[in-house]
């Protein structure tokens, strides 16, 4: 396969996955519409280029990781009008199942050959290479590009057919949803109950109550959400993709729902930027909880 890689959208996650396609030893060519986007990513060795069409022409197999929707469909119809030989695409983006499919239909009535392969994990599993793919489309293909999985991630999984990738991470990240909000919860009850926030941290992560409690909790006793492993405002997308997958199969998802009113919620104060486990802020100030002064051991 070619050494050469294109990277569409070098935010979070793009950038992270170019980088270290540059350490495994891949040529990376990439663009994105944030200029700062551009510097960090040409800092870690990516050759930047003028446009989504430029790094299409530029590069045989190309990597799209997008989190705006409409910015997925613009760069599909701009690489599908520009008459480029065929290219394998592997669209990377968290999309409504809706979207992927239409997606992938742009591009393969173009000639090209495209892969559905959202990612499982957060910008800091990006950056140290600990990303689940959960790959779908044209089996050999996905063989053949073993070495830019392995280069991206610690696992890679088949899924089958084009677009099951999507119906596997809106199944994994309707729990995540649940667990963002359960987290938040239990750091606000504990807290309201007169325990020390980073000791309910260390306690809950000893035992068996998950991971995401772990990863996030300790932003919530720190009550600082910045850097966002996952922005609420990007959250959102995928809370509406999960929600229409749940519609389309006829899936009560009562739970779920139940937790998107506190997303909105946080959007609305202006958390939109933030984690999303800054969802403990809605909760601290439904249930009334004022934080006494940060802990000093």
Avoid at 220 to 243: C, F, H, L, S
Avoid at 273 to 281: F, L, P, Y
């Amino acid at each position: 396969m070619s050494k050469t890689i294109g990277v569409i959208g070098l935010g979070i996650m793009g950038g992270a996955m170019s980088r270290n396609l540059v350490k495994a030893g891949f040529s990376v060519v990439g663009y994105d519409v944030a200029a700062a986007a551009c510097e960090k990513a040409k800092a870690g060795g990516v050759e930047i280029l003028g446009s989504a069409v430029e790094v299409a022409r530029r590069a045989p197999v190309i990597m799209t990781s997008l989190a705006v929707t409409k910015a997925v469909y613009a760069t599909a119809e701009a690489i599908a009008a520009a008459g480029i030989e065929k290219r394998v695409i592997i669209e990377a983006s968290t999309l409504q199942l809706e979207d992927k499919l239409a997606v992938g239909e742009i591009l393969s009535k173009a000639g090209h050959t495209v892969l559905d392969c959202p990612m499982l994990g957060t910008g800091p599993h990006a950056e140290n290479r600990e990303l689940v793919v959960y790959a779908s489309g044209d089996t050999a293909t996905l063989a053949s590009l073993e070495p830019v999985f392995t280069a991206i991630g610690r696992k890679l999984f088949d899924m089958g057919a084009y677009g099951n990738g999507s119906r596997m991470k809106l199944v994994t990240n309707h729990l995540v949803a649940i667990y963002n909000v359960a987290s938040a919860e239990a750091m606000v009850l504990g807290m309201k109950a007169g325990l020390a926030p980073h000791r309910i941290v260390e306690v809950i992560s000893a035992g068996m109550s998950g991971r995401v409690f772990e990863f996030r909790a300790p932003m919530v006793a720190n009550d600082r959400y910045e850097p966002p492993t996952m922005k609420i405002d990007v959250w959102q997308k995928d809370m509406a993709a999960i929600g229409a997958l749940g519609q389309s199969v006829g899936a009560p998802l009562t739970v779920f729902n139940s937790t998107r009113a506190i997303y909105d919620a946080a959007q609305a104060a202006g958390q939109g930027g933030m984690d999303v486990i800054s969802t403990a802020r809605v909760l601290e100030r439904m249930s009334g909880f004022v934080r006494r002064p940060p802990e000093t051991a």
